[in-house]
T-cell receptor, first 112, second 114 residues
């Protein structure tokens, strides 16, 4: 079974600082990997998706993630946090087919 | 293009009552998913439809839960009878295809069973 581990349930950053959210997965084959963002009282919105075309994936709102097979990681970064980045972020893995396994989520707060 | 539409957005009901949640997927999408989100269990897949046919219902908690997709543009998730432990946010998502395709989520229905 696939599993996703997000290190840190809560991350607090200053506005303008680097945002780093960690995600590790277990998979015996290269999977599809996703980062979703959930703003309060809203559904999940896709930030970016890895499909093996390139290890560095750029997403919306200035986010990017790097796939590292040797580390089974897919960490999400943004060089400079903005107040609007305050939300909950979910890493998800799909080895193949339709099933998505989600991590527990990381809540990001941004300090002015 | 409209996204995934869910109704109602909020539902408060009493234990034992029937609850019906509704979903309209994105036009042209052939896969539909129902998820439940709780603090304790996170996001769980309840059921997956492909081309209106239920493919995987292994996540449906028990017989009190049922889901239908009578056509490509409409799906329902029904809980009968409802219990307080069913309180959660229920999301519908749709995608085009099933091989690692992006799932697009609706805004969710926040259910509270008293």
């Amino acid at each position: 079974a696939q599993s996703v581990t997000q290190l840190g349930s809560h991350v607090s950053v200053s506005e303008g600082a680097l945002v780093l959210l960690r995600c590790n997965y277990s998979s015996s084959v290269p999977p599809y990997l996703f980062w979703y963002v959930q703003y309060p009282n809203q559904g999940l919105q896709l930030l970016l998706k890895y499909t093996s075309a390139a290890t560095l994936v750029k997403g919306i709102n200035g986010f990017e993630a790097e796939f590292k097979k040797s580390e089974t990681s897919f960490h999400l970064t943004k060089p400079s946090a903005h107040m609007s980045d305050a939300a909950e972020y979910f890493c998800a893995v799909s080895p193949s087919g339709y099933k998505l396994s989600f991590g527990a989520g990381t809540t990001v707060t941004v300090r002015a | 293009d409209a996204g995934v539409i869910q109704s109602p957005r909020h539902e408060v009901t009493e234990m034992g009552q029937e609850v019906t949640l509704r979903c309209k997927p994105i036009s042209g999408h052939n896969s539909l998913f129902w998820y439940r989100q709780t603090m304790m269990r996170g996001l769980e897949l309840l059921i997956y439809f492909n081309n209106n046919v239920p493919i995987d219902d292994s996540g449906m908690p028990e017989d009190r839960f049922s889901a239908k997709m009578p056509n490509a543009s409409f799906s329902t998730l029904k809980i009968q009878p409802s219990e307080p432990r069913d309180s959660a946010v229920y999301f519908c998502a749709s995608s085009l295809g099933e091989g690692g395709e992006t799932q697009y989520f609706g805004p969710g229905t926040r259910l509270l069973v008293l």
